[in-house]
């Protein structure tokens, strides 16, 4: 069955240090692959997206996650986290060239900043 | 730009009533809408799909008797819990698809039914 693992449930990092968000995945083919995060009283919003090509992806707000065929992870990194990057992280992840744009997505990883 | 709303943010029923939750895009139109459901500390599980002009397509395990959802324009859609049990307290999340897996999360409504 297709699933998402995101094994960190809380991770806690001090401002400035770096971070990096595990996500892996079972699926048969290699699916299409999303990072999300999750602040209060905010809509999910994608951080990025791996579709093909360049295996190392970049997103906003200073993300990028690294997309390794041979380990079935699509990690997201920081290299120096901000107080604001406190939030629930989620990674996700669709079938490709599917008929729909169903998401499954991972149980979240939710990141503490102490400054 | 792509902000979608819900409405309300937080609800509070007895058992055997409805409840309807709106969701809304503000400036931006959607093709395809997707309601979600999420419990603490658990992922986002998809619940349902609608196409304009379409009927809703529900995922394997959601009642669609007890879930209706109405996809009344490109900026606008509907989910009503009918006959609300404690078990369907959770935070609904919709989100609106622009084009492929472009989609715009709205910030949820959390329902407790007592």
């Known amino acids: 069955a297709q699933s998402v693992t995101q094994p960190d449930i809380h991770i806690t990092v001090s401002e400035g240090a770096s971070l990096e968000l595990r996500c892996n995945y079972s699926?048969?083919?290699?699916?299409?692959l999303f990072w999300y995060v999750q602040s209060p009283g905010q809509g999910l919003q994608l951080l990025l997206k791996y579709f093909s090509g360049d295996t190392l992806v970049q997103g906003i707000k200073g993300f990028e996650a690294e997309f390794k065929r041979s380990q079935s992870s699509f990690n997201l990194r920081k290299p120096s986290v901000h107080w604001s990057d406190a939030a629930e992280y989620f990674c996700a992840v669709a079938p490709p060239q599917g008929n729909t744009d169903k998401l499954i997505f991972g149980t979240g990883t939710r990141l503490q900043v102490f400054p | 730009g792509a902000v979608v709303s819900q409405h309300p943010s937080w609800v509070i029923c007895k058992s055997g009533t409805s409840v309807k939750i709106e969701c809304r895009s503000l400036d931006f139109q959607a093709t395809t809408m997707f309601w979600y459901r999420q419990f603490p500390k658990q992922s986002l599980m998809l619940m349902a799909t609608s196409n304009e002009g379409s009927k809703a397509t529900y995922e394997q395990g959601v009642e669609k008797d007890k879930f209706l959802i109405n996809h009344a324009s490109l900026t606008l859609s509907t989910l009503t819990v009918t006959s609300a049990h404690p078990e369907d307290s959770s935070f609904y999340i919709c989100?609106?698809?622009?084009?492929?897996?472009?989609?715009?999360f709205g910030p949820g409504t959390r329902l407790t039914v007592t």
């Open positions: 989100s609106m698809g622009v084009q492929s897996y472009e989609q715009y």
């Open positions: 699926y048969g083919a290699t699916p299409y």
